[in-house]
Structures are given as C-alpha cells and as structure tokens.
C-alpha cells in the first residue's frame, strides 16, 4: 500500500511539475527570459515611448518624430570594449547594406546610448567614427532624463547591470520597430543580413 500511495504521489508530482513547466515555458516555446520576451514582442507588439534624445550632433528628437519609418535599434555604451563594439560595427555593414531605404528616409539606424551621463553627444559622434560612420541613415542618442532611460529599457527588454570595473552588463540584440512606433520584432546580434532581410521584407510595396 505504501509503495502504491509513494507511485502515485510521484505521479501527481510529475503531473504538477509538467503543467507549472508548460505554463512558465509558454507551453515549452520558451525556455529561456529572452525567447519568452521575443515571443511576447511578437504576439502584443508594445508602442515605444515617445520620449526626447538628443543626437551625436546635439540636436533633439523625438521618438514620435519617427513615425513613419521603420527603425533598427540597438542600446549601447561608448566605453564599452566587448559587445558594444560588435554592435557598433553591424551597423555600419547596415548602413552599407540598407543605404537605399536609408537614403529615402523609408528607414533609420538608432543607437541609444544607456550611459548618457557620460555619452555626450561628442562621444557618441566619437562611437560612430570608430565604425566609419557613412553619415546618413544612423542617428545615436541619449534619453536625458532617467525616467525616459528606464522607461526605454523597459519596453526594449534591455537589461544593464553595474560591473566591477565601471562598466555594465547587458544584454544585446537588434530591435525592429514598425511605422506605427511598435516594437514588433527582436533580433539575435552577430548577423546583421538577417536584420537586413527583415526590413527589405517589409519594405517591399
């Protein structure tokens, strides 16, 4: 009798255990914080705030101002030595790869910068240039206030954390954000054609 109450609790257990599974893993489509976020974006598309930043060359601009167009962004820090420099990289091959959409005002390229006490807009223009900034088509900016930040980074899903040596860690990845001011898709860093593809896709008439 024992052995029979001990099975049958184990199979209660498992029973338990599988449902808590399904529904933390989105009936096991996602495993992970970040494909659980993905899926998200895609399902309910969140409209990113319309906050002001102010650019590379100090001017200022809106995120409603950029309705629209389709936006490809990305969060950085300029003192950053590891994936920001990744980054900055893709999307110089982006502007090389989209310069026509980019050109026609149809698509811009934003970095936005989650250090804006230190990314000045002399130092985010200094970002650029370390990619051979083309000089069209890639705005990067800062949020000025830290409600705006947090803000941003909640919506976008960027988590930045303190290190020791006074820098952060995050996470990386391109956000898609539609004509209407929703992000709609995010994307893995490391290959840019993908990103490419994404927004040739939806350009077409």
């Not at 096991?28 to 990113?48: D, K, Y």
């Not at 990619?131 to 830290?146: D, I, K, M, S, Y």
Request: aromatic share 6%; net charge neutral.
């Amino acid at each position: 009798m024992s052995i029979l109450r001990t099975a049958l609790a184990s199979c209660l257990l498992l029973v338990l255990g599988g449902a808590v599974l399904t529904a933390a893993t989105d009936n096991f489509h996602a495993f992970t914080t970040e494909t659980a976020r993905r899926l998200a974006v895609q399902r309910h598309p969140p409209t990113v705030p319309a906050v002001p930043l102010e650019t590379q060359s100090g001017a200022q601009l809106n995120l409603a101002d950029l309705r629209g167009k389709w936006l490809l962004v990305d969060f950085v820090y300029t003192r950053c030595i590891s994936w920001c420099l990744v980054q900055g990289g893709e999307f110089a091959q982006l502007q090389d790869r989209l310069a026509e959409p980019l050109a026609q005002g149809r698509l811009l390229l934003l970095s936005i910068s989650f250090d804006p006490a230190h990314d000045t807009p002399a130092e985010l223009a200094a970002y650029q240039q370390r990619f051979h900034n083309r000089g069209a088509g890639w705005v990067a900016a800062r949020p000025l206030r830290a409600g705006d930040l947090q803000a941003l980074l909640h919506t976008f899903g960027v988590t930045v954390v303190p290190d020791t040596f006074g820098g952060y860690v995050h996470n990386t990845a391109i956000a898609v954000v539609d004509p209407r001011g929703r992000l709609v898709q995010i994307l893995d860093m490391g290959n840019p054609e993908a990103a490419a593809k994404v927004v040739l896709r939806n350009l077409q008439p």
